[in-house]
């Protein structure tokens, strides 16, 4: 049974008497362990399954927790259990009482927003541009989350954002409107469902549990506690860690796990104090830097595991891409198996060097919650833009890239290669800069009417269509041209390929090359084509906050990859490194990638957290205060089984700036304090 393999802690909390009791469950002391032996306490002291409501952060850790106690409990006895998140819960609740909603996904709900929003002229008001939809919803959803005691949003917004607040009447109205429109056609978003499942209870609902168990409690908002308190159960069971809350700018409340005693008088509070997963001198060295925090509640890690283990170590490097490699090669080198080791960091914009860095010595890796660097649209777009320039005959590389010519097909870039290849007798670069009209032809089309196939008979036109356009003489003459399926936006793309070339023309050195892509008008038409759709809104309007943001964020990866190129002397060098072992490399098997908030929950034998410098890590545009940061540093370090490896790099290149050592690493005692 679940509650034999339990230790004196885990199982004095796990058969504690029914009522308001929490659990400090610190990194590593076995929490899901203790829940699932609570619940199985519950089943056999005679409380109904049904009677047991188990809320959590994720579908899949409510999943696993079910699965654990199927192995000692009837499959249908464990499945009257209400578990999940609390938004998937309320949801099937809501249901049950015939007060079901159509849930729409904030995407479309900023759509709605956004066509509201749009028809205010702000502009008429003052001089100060007025948020977009998109980002008054998620202002919108912060405030739902966070304040729960009937505070207006208008006296909210002005308090909290005071360069809009003489917008904060018209958002106000702009809000209740969209309020209206949901309730006419009953849409409802993440936040509804909370809100509607509390209204219900408060309405007197029939719907009640004996006990409600709640994970990660640390991590519960304003709304959700709200939520709680309004089941009005007579027992809790809430088990989290003060020093993992991690959430804030999601809206998480620390006060509430912090505030438990205050409010349920006589509450029990149990500490699970044994850690099974870090070695001593890993647990030191995160106690000593979460010990600058205030101590919520008292309790004390003592390590389970026997047996002598490195001591957590600080490499110091010049660089910031120095810094990539070198962690690289130590993982190269290292004896653990890649899936047990992680890399984690503060911001994903540490990611795409790492995955380079790791690549280069053809180490596999897997980022979680996001696209790899090498599989990202404006990557593989220069890299298709370097294979055409490499090898001239790449007519999958051609297809890729006349993809961001609107209008052209990728059959239409097919005959357009075809042209362009066979009046560059097989060299489509030829064919650009230097053709031989007489040459120029398409592939003969074969003749199938069954499958659809048939013969065009204007497949060449003259080129003076696109007189208007300010060609010079020599790409007017282009064979190119001549092919009735080119529009206006194929021929100039096809000029500024062209013009490309030109300025490459016979140039080796890869960073060069990829310096003068990235300056190139046919990059930008490409960066332009991303950044428009990554903007672009379900009603097909444009949100230009969006689309400067997302130009900067594929400039920033551009960047990373013009880096990585100045350590390959030549084009083509540079061009087997981005090819070579990539589909492997892509497969997203190997060394975690990770966010900190990412690797909440999980452990590795070797770790490694990067980028320890200030204003990185703690982060000084992400951070809500030092203490939160301080306690994503604790997260990060008791990820680590085995061994613990922190760096920083005094100077980063791309950005040209200087950095300082984390003060997080003074307080570990790793550098000293800079006078």
Request: with cysteine; net charge neutral.
């Amino acid at each position: 049974m679940p509650l034999s393999k339990l230790n004196k802690e885990q199982y004095r909390a796990a058969t504690a008497a029914m009522g308001h009791n929490l659990i400090i469950a610190s990194a590593g002391t076995g929490k899901t362990s203790t829940i699932v032996a609570r619940i199985a306490h519950l089943l056999n002291s005679g409380i109904s399954a049904d009677k047991i409501l188990l809320l959590t952060f994720t579908n899949k850790a409510a999943s696993e927790m079910i699965e654990r106690l199927e192995k000692y409990f009837d499959c249908k006895i464990i499945k009257q259990i209400r578990a999940g998140t609390f938004h998937s819960v309320s949801n099937l609740l809501l249901k049950s009482l015939g007060k079901g909603v159509i849930l729409k996904q904030p995407s479309e709900l900023k759509t709605l927003l956004k066509s509201i929003t749009d028809r205010r002229q702000f502009h008429r008001i003052s001089d100060t541009k007025g948020y977009s939809g998109a980002y008054l919803y998620d202002i919108y959803s912060l405030f739902c989350n966070s304040c729960v005691n009937n505070e207006s949003f208008e006296d909210w917004f002005a308090l909290n954002y005071p360069d809009q607040a003489e917008f904060a009447a018209i958002y106000d109205d702009i809000l209740r409107e969209f309020e209206e429109t949901k309730v006419q056609f009953n849409y409802a978003d993440f936040n509804d469902l909370l809100i509607k499942m509390r209204n219900e209870l408060k309405n007197g609902s029939a719907i009640c549990f004996d006990e409600i168990l709640v994970d990660e409690y640390q991590d519960t908002n304003s709304l959700q506690g709200s939520l709680i308190d309004a089941f009005n159960t007579k027992s809790l069971f809430c088990v989290g860690d003060f020093d993992q809350s991690i959430y804030a700018f999601n809206g998480a409340n620390i006060e509430i796990i912090g505030s438990f005693k205050e409010r349920y008088i006589g509450a029990n509070i149990y500490s699970l104090n044994i850690n099974y997963r870090s070695s001593a001198k890993i647990l030191a060295l995160a106690n000593k830097v979460i010990a600058n925090n205030p101590r919520l509640y008292p309790k004390s890690l003592e390590v389970s595991r026997d047996g002598e283990f490195k001591s957590p170590v600080l490499l110091v490097y010049d660089e910031l891409f120095v810094q990539y490699s070198a962690v690289a090669e130590i993982i190269a080198k290292s004896r653990y198996h890649k899936s047990d080791i992680a890399i984690i960091f503060r911001n994903n914009s540490s990611a795409d060097g790492l995955e380079v860095a790791l690549k280069e010595w053809g180490i596999s890796c897997k980022r979680k919650g996001g696209v790899s660097f090498f599989e990202a649209r404006e990557i593989k777009a220069l890299i298709d833009l370097v294979a055409i320039l490499v090898n001239p005959k790449d007519i999958m590389a051609f297809i890729h890239i006349m993809e961001y010519a609107r209008g052209i097909g990728n059959a239409h870039a097919k005959e357009l290669f075809d042209i362009l290849s066979s009046a560059g007798h097989g060299d489509i670069i030829k064919g650009l800069l230097h053709p031989d009209k007489k040459s120029a032809k398409l592939a003969p089309k074969k003749q199938n009417y069954q499958l659809g196939l048939f013969d065009d008979f204007s497949e060449f036109m003259p080129s003076n269509r696109f007189a208007s356009l300010g060609f010079d003489d020599e790409f007017m003459a282009s064979p190119a041209l001549n092919y009735s399926n080119l529009n206006q936006n194929g021929a100039i793309f096809l000029f500024e390929l062209r013009n490309l070339i030109y300025t490459i023309d016979n140039e080796l050195n890869s960073s060069k090359i990829i310096s003068s892509i990235m300056q190139s008008k046919i990059y930008n038409i490409i960066v332009d084509n991303l950044a428009t759709k990554r903007a672009t809104l379900r009603n097909g309007n444009i949100d230009s906050e969006l689309k400067c943001s997302a130009i900067e964020r594929i400039m920033a990866k551009a960047r990373v990859l013009l880096e990585i190129s100045k350590r390959h002397s030549s084009i083509d060098n540079f061009y087997n490194f981005l090819t070579l072992g990539k589909s492997e490399i892509s497969e997203g098997d190997g060394v975690n990638l990770l966010t900190v908030h990412a690797s909440k929950g999980l452990e590795f034998n070797l770790v490694f957290v990067v980028d320890l410098a200030e204003g990185r890590f703690p982060n000084s545009r992400l951070m809500s205060d030092i203490e939160e940061e301080r306690r994503l540093f604790y997260v990060a370090v008791t990820r680590a089984k085995d061994e613990l490896v922190l760096s920083y790099a005094k100077y980063d290149k791309i950005r040209k700036v200087e950095y300082q050592p984390s003060c997080f690493l003074v307080e570990a005692g790793m550098v000293r304090k800079s006078v």
